[in-house]
């Protein structure tokens, strides 16, 4: 049997997360050649689910807030209520841990629309590979937004939030603050990963990618902004 000792030894799961922040085109380089996944989105997912379940008191109690005072509770409603505060922080729980999967597949599908314009043909499953590699720093915004929640009121929970819309005075409403509730730091390096893990992996340009996706985040985030400012 012949051994090719030049063959290159692929990366760890633990040495992809870390070089996901300090060496992505490195990891990324490995994704083209080994797109594997599971692993590192089971650790998202969990990860998730756990600081959903740290703060779950809190998302329960403010979610009983806003139901009350968006129904106004009537004599006979109290079974309602804990009915829909139920279903509520479960939905919301299930969300935390599901949401980075449907993130990963609606950027895969961006970058896929991508690079038919751009870059040499590239499957589906690598750039969902890139996307979920690129969502790790995600998880940092996560960890902050788990200490800020325990640290806030739970009426005040909708002021929770690691973007820009920390600069605004709390209850801030209109299109400015709107828009920079989009303006995240964590989330806009995710985006900038995943434009550079699009073009590695499919010998496509970065800008090309980068072009592409931060014009798409900038239009759904004014759309978001106006209408958060339509419905205020």
Same mark, same amino acid.
């Given at each position: 049997?012949?051994?090719?000792?030049?063959? /290159?030894?692929?990366?760890? =799961?633990?040495?992809?997360?870390?070089? +996901?922040?300090?060496?992505? @085109?490195?990891?990324?380089?490995?994704?083209?050649?080994?797109?594997?996944?599971? /692993?590192?989105? *089971? #650790?998202?997912?969990?990860?998730?689910?756990? =600081?959903?379940?740290?703060?779950?008191?809190? +998302?329960?109690?403010?979610?009983?807030?806003? $139901?009350?005072?968006?129904?106004?509770?009537?004599?006979?409603?109290?079974?309602?209520?804990?009915? &829909?505060?139920?279903?509520?922080?479960?939905?919301?729980?299930?969300?935390?841990?599901?949401?980075?999967?449907?993130?990963?597949?609606?950027? &895969?599908?961006?970058?896929?629309?991508?690079?038919?314009?751009?870059?040499? /043909? +590239?499957?589906?499953?690598?750039?969902?590979?890139?996307?979920?590699?690129?969502?790790?720093?995600?998880?940092?915004?996560?960890?902050?937004?788990?200490?800020?929640?325990?640290?806030?009121? &739970?009426?005040?929970?909708?002021?929770?939030?690691?973007?820009?819309?920390?600069? =605004?005075?709390?209850?801030?409403?209109?299109? %400015?603050?709107?828009? &920079? @509730?989009?303006?995240? /730091? #964590?989330?806009?390096?995710?985006?900038?990963? *995943?434009?550079?893990?699009?073009?590695?992996?499919? @010998?496509?340009?970065?800008?090309?990618?980068? $072009? =592409?996706? #931060?014009?798409?985040?900038?239009?759904? %985030?004014? %759309?978001?902004? #106006?209408?958060?400012?339509?419905?205020?």
């Amino acid at each position: 049997m012949n051994v090719d000792l030049e063959a /290159p030894v692929g990366m760890s =799961f633990f040495q992809r997360i870390i070089g +996901t922040f300090l060496s992505p @085109r490195a990891v990324f380089e490995d994704i083209a050649t080994r797109p594997t996944w599971l /692993p590192v989105l *089971i #650790f998202i997912c969990i990860s998730n689910l756990v =600081f959903s379940l740290l703060t779950i008191s809190k +998302t329960k109690e403010f979610i009983q807030i806003a $139901m009350q005072a968006q129904m106004q509770t009537a004599p006979g409603s109290a079974d309602f209520m804990a009915i &829909a505060v139920k279903t509520a922080t479960i939905s919301a729980v299930a969300g935390a841990a599901l949401s980075a999967v449907i993130f990963c597949l609606f950027a &895969a599908g961006l970058l896929k629309l991508c690079n038919m314009f751009s870059g040499e /043909p +590239t499957p589906y499953r690598q750039f969902f590979a890139v996307s979920v590699y690129a969502y790790l720093p995600m998880l940092i915004a996560s960890v902050l937004v788990c200490i800020l929640i325990s640290l806030t009121p &739970a009426a005040n929970l909708d002021e929770v939030s690691t973007s820009l819309y920390l600069l =605004f005075p709390p209850g801030t409403k209109g299109f %400015a603050a709107g828009l &920079a @509730r989009q303006i995240d /730091p #964590f989330y806009l390096w995710t985006v900038l990963l *995943i434009s550079m893990g699009g073009a590695v992996i499919s @010998r496509g340009k970065v800008k090309t990618y980068a $072009m =592409f996706m #931060f014009g798409l985040w900038a239009i759904l %985030a004014v %759309a978001s902004a #106006f209408l958060t400012q339509m419905g205020g």
